[in-house]
């Protein structure tokens, strides 16, 4: 089983968070296909951690889990943190394979919906 | 003439805010059409300031400039902080038209976006 995990920093502010809950869960019908199993994890400043979140997929049954950065520059969350959380899971399970998606800000595509979002206006 | 300013938050790390030019510049020809000018801005960290950048657009003669927030959630930045510098410069020069356009997150097309992202994994 497929799992897709919405990694976003966190903030401190409430309604940021559940920003990302909400993107997570629009989202999840959209890849429902490809994974069947999806949630959200968060930095820091907010639960479910990653680690959290991960052990939660394979707790589902999850033996491919997909790790997909909310940010939108390549900064030492993207670069370090997100990953070394990631290969320590890795290590914790060995059976699972993990994918770490390219971050927001760095995928193709930023640049289309950005001409989309100014052209609407 | 119409502008287009893409405006980020900025950062310390000066690779991310070289991230935002080569953005900017990315998006400039795909919306060649509706605009004629287009430019860069962050909040603060980094120059060009918000204010800085809409004078440019002005003196190169725009007379409709638009905001696009590239930030993912609708914090403080995105609700007070960018609308506040924008009205400001909507008092100075009353002949130029302001729009602000959706911040980034807020924007239909993201889960698009990321729905594409994690099935190209």
Known sequence: MKSLILVAHGSRRTVSNIEIIQIATQLK??????YQHTGHAFLELAQPSIPDAIEQAIKAGANEVTILPYFLSAGRHV???VPALVK???QQHPAVEFKLAPYLGGAGGIIDLLAAISKKI
């Open 29 to 34: 019908p959209q890849v429902a296909d490809t």
């Open 79 to 81: 670069s370090e943190d």
């Open 88 to 90: 320590q899971k890795q």
